[in-house]
Structure formats: C-alpha cells, structure tokens
C-alpha cells in the first residue's frame, strides 16, 4: 500500500497562483505528475480543490472530500463525492478502489493525513515561482519524511521523500 502527496508549490511555499495550482507549475512538474497520477489506484481531493482545477476528466476514480451535497465534478463519470473526514475518506479510497492512491489537495487535508501518520510517500515539485497563494513551510513538510532524494529538471526541483 502506498499513499502519495503529490504537490507542487513556488519556491516561496506558494501552493497556487491567480487561485490555481496551474500558476506554479511547470512543464516538468506537469510531465511527471501525469506520468504518476495514471499509476494510483484513485485520486483523492478536496471540495475547493475540485471546483479550482481541471478534474473533469481523470484517468482514474477521483474522491472529491466536501461538505457540500452538490458534487463538484458531476461531469465525471469516475468521481466520487463523500462527506467525510480525510482519514475515513482514505481508508474507504483503499477498500473500494485499491491501496495506491494520491493524494493531490491542499494544504489543510494533506497535513491531517501527515500528521495522523497516513501518508508514505512525498512527491514534491518546487518551481521558480514566488509570489503566490496559499503558502506552506516547504522545510516543516519534508521534516516528516526520513528518505529524501532530489532532481532538478529545467529549473523545477523534485523531491521524492519517504518514511
């Protein structure tokens, strides 16, 4: 079983810019978050996250957490809308679609899953942006993982941390 946090952020901690995630990222980023995304089992987000960026389509099940009885992403035919906490979320992911899942929300739900000891793995893309929304402690993420190892490509900082 492997729970993963993809994210990817500024070089200032900024998780969005102009209220998306699309205005930190990089083509880089981009390429590889594809190329592991259509290895998860599912996708696990939360409401804001899916009514901000493009998950209309998915190549696998999408978990939208929301409070909201409205389903964000009605016009995806693999999304899932549940009103539960992200633990019970994640733990119902893993039983109805498989053990791998990413987890690609925000802030908010990624440190509750961190913090309860949830999350395995950490898939992080630091670009050349600054500026932005919605910023995170970079260094206080990663100090939750032991393994770290790191790339660079065009510019854009990958780092890859474990337990």
């Known amino acids: 079983m492997t729970?993963?946090?993809?994210?990817?952020?500024?070089?200032?901690?900024?998780?969005?810019?102009?209220?998306?995630?699309?205005?930190?990222?990089?083509?880089?980023?981009?390429?590889?978050?594809?190329?592991?995304?259509r290895a998860a089992d599912c996708i696990l987000i939360g409401?804001?996250?899916?009514?901000?960026?493009?998950?209309?389509?998915?190549?696998?099940?999408?978990?939208?957490?929301?409070?909201?009885?409205?389903?964000?992403?009605?016009?995806?035919?693999?999304?899932?809308?549940?009103?539960?906490?992200?633990v019970k979320a994640l733990d119902r992911a893993i039983k109805t679609f498989g053990p791998n899942v990413h987890v690609e929300a925000g802030a908010s739900i990624i440190d509750e899953l961190i913090v309860a000891g949830r999350v395995d793995a950490l898939e992080l893309s630091i670009t050349q942006v600054i500026d932005g929304e919605d910023k995170i402690d970079i260094a206080k993420l990663l100090s939750y993982f032991s393994q770290q190892s790191e790339t660079t490509i065009d510019g854009t900082r990958f780092i890859s941390a474990r337990k």
């Open 47 to 86: 409401g804001n996250t899916a009514r901000t960026e493009p998950y209309q389509r998915t190549p696998v099940p999408v978990v939208v957490i929301s409070r909201s009885l409205i389903n964000p992403l009605v016009n995806n035919r693999l999304a899932h809308c549940w009103n539960l906490t992200p």
């Open 3 to 37: 729970v993963t946090v993809t994210l990817v952020t500024g070089s200032d901690g900024s998780t969005a810019k102009g209220g998306s995630s699309a205005g930190v990222s990089s083509a880089a980023d981009r390429t590889s978050f594809l190329a592991r995304r």
